[in-house]
């Protein structure tokens, strides 16, 4: 069965600096991999998404991320935070490979400081 | 396009009452999910459609539990019996084709079973 490990439950960072969300899943068959992001109150929204091709991604927002397959790892990355980036992100995979059905880690809540 | 709607937005129930939630996805997304999201947790995924059909129901969602799609269009979510572990976010996505591999999701159900 897939699982998501999302490594880090907070991240606190200051604005303008640069910042890394850990992602590492565990899979016996192809997986697509996507980070989501949820603010206050709001329904998650896909930030991004590796299905094939290069293994460098990029999303909206400024972030990107990266499929590493020998560490099965797909951590989240943006050169330069804002304040508004401050939200909860979740890394998840496709479960069955494609069937669109997500497993998602347990998320990692990113706070912007001033 | 208005977005994936729920209602209600926040639910208070007593302990073995039945309770009911509605979502609409975005107009013509064929494929509807519901998952389930815990303080602390990643959001599990429970039950998902494709129009009018039940493709998959996760082992989580106990005989309590039913959905419904009816005529492709709105889901519902029934929960009978309630109990305290049901207290949850109850989340709805819909996508717009298979293989879109973008799911849309809602703001969500607060549930509080008391």
Redesign the interface.
Known sequence: AQS?TQLDSQVPVFEEAPVELRCNYSSSVSV?L?W?VQYP??????LL?Y?SGSTLVKGINGFEAEFNKSQTSFHLRKPSVHISDTAEY?C?V??QG??????????TKLTVNP | DTGVSQNPRHKITKRGQNVTFRCDPISEHNRLYWYRQTLGQGPEFLTYFQNEAQLEKSRLLSDRFSAERPKGSFSTLEIQRTEQGDSAMYLCASSPWTDSYEQYFGPGTRLTVT
């Open positions: 998501v697509y996507f989501y109150n709001q329904g998650l929204q896909l998404k299905l979740f998840a496709d479960a494609g069937s669109e059905k997500l497993v998602f880690g347990k998320g």
